[in-house]
């Protein structure tokens, strides 16, 4: 299986960002006519039509005390969602992700995702991270300017780089991979090891960085395999491979609940659900089940 042909949720959105409006304003202006089109969203989270897609309204639903983000252009329409005054109040509550995946098809999941993330970061920044002063909306919504004369700083949405990997063991008998579980999986799942990149380091060095402090391993010959976009709040998933040379495990129990080194026939017996499979996967709209399709594939 190659990585291209893996089914990534939150991707593949249909439309058309059109960064070539987003510094003109008169043509933006333009756009906000009767074919326009504005995202319904309660809170955070989406709004469903009667067909079950994404529910959509005109410009004339969205509140004059808000603000409009402008999403890009989709069959021709201008898309737009709201930043509501509500959002300023306070930290809304998003949706179940879990429950997004069963309800939304995945192009609208994909384009829900990206303005989930970029509503929630206009909410999260009217106040200038320099000197406090309030900031103002710019470039359709893809960057934000502080409004003091003195300070003027520029702001510009924000995406958390987070890697997620698969260890395998060299020289194993069988294909084996490294899985870890958090306290708040239920029980059973296991998943990838994950963990922030961190200021001055490459994703390779978080790969090794992040499986050496969560389960004293250490990794090499780190390899990039997928990513996917995660508006949860707003991280980009950086799918890894890498491999490991020995299986002694020192487990960082301030991260995790456990870790185990899984064989590939173990790991399809979880695919195919088997009650006595000694673990459960991750929902199929993680990233972490689709690097482990990738990686069963391999053989």
Known sequence: MKP????IAFAGSRMDRADRLRTDASALDALKGPRARLLLLDGLAPQLGDDGGLAWGSLADADPQGE???LGLLEGAACFAE??????QGRVAGPNFRQLFGMIAPDDLAIYGGAKALVDW??????CAR???????????????????????????????????????????EPTVLLGRQPMFPPGNYSALAGFVEPGETIEEA??????????????DVSYVASQ???????????CHAWADDDALTIDRNELDDARWFTRSEVMRAFARDPEAPLQLPPAAAIAHQLL???VARG
């Open 4 to 7: 291209s042909e893996l089914n």
């Open 68 to 70: 409009l983000v402008f």
């Open 83 to 88: 930043v509501k005054p509500a959002l300023w």
């Open 122 to 127: 206009h909410a999260r920044h009217r106040f």
């Open 131 to 173: 000197c406090g002063s309030p900031t103002m909306m710019t470039k359709g919504g893809w960057q934000r300017n502080c409004t003091a004369e003195a300070c003027k700083a520029e702001h510009f949405p924000r995406v958390d780089p987070v890697t997620i990997m698969l260890v395998e063991l060299a020289g194993a008998a």
């Open 207 to 220: 790969v090794a960085r992040e499986i050496e402090e969560e389960a004293g391993v250490r990794a090499r």
């Open 229 to 239: 976009p995660w508006p949860f709040v707003s991280s980009l998933m950086i799918g």
């Open 293 to 295: 399709r990738w990686w």
